[in-house]
């Protein structure tokens, strides 16, 4: 079975760092794609991370860009976001996605005091 399990996020002082996990089941997170989206209250989902399924390609629009890395462990078969320099306007609840199967994770609350 196709599974996306998030863990990590939390509460953390603007300006510290975080790093969200995705643990993978049902396929290698190391063979396909995974995207990191977030969502703040009264907004849209947007794509802040895109890792292809080679690992060759890296993608990261604003308005985190600069702010994080992507990657991924074969051994664990989990993805990470990791995430420095925090602001307040990143608080949202963060998701990772795997857009081959279509698969959410369950969101993780991330929430950034000033």
């Known amino acids: 079975q196709l599974q996306l399990k998030q863990s990590g996020g939390g509460l953390v002082h603007a300006g510290g760092s975080l790093t969200l996990s995705c643990a993978v089941s049902?396929?290698?997170?190391?063979?396909?794609?995974m995207g990191w989206y977030r969502q703040a209250p009264g907004k849209e989902r947007e794509l802040v991370a895109f890792?292809?399924?080679?690992?060759?390609?890296?993608n990261f629009p604003n308005p985190m860009k600069g702010r994080l890395t992507i990657s991924r462990d074969a051994a664990n078969n989990t993805g990470y976001l990791q995430m420095a320099s925090l602001k307040a306007e990143d608080t949202a609840v963060y998701y990772c996605?795997?857009?081959?199967?279509?698969?959410w994770g369950q969101g993780t609350q991330v929430t950034v005091s000033a």
């Open positions: 890792i292809s399924g080679s690992g060759d390609r890296t």
């Open positions: 049902g396929f290698s997170v190391t063979t396909y794609p």
């Open positions: 996605y795997e857009p081959t199967v279509g698969r």
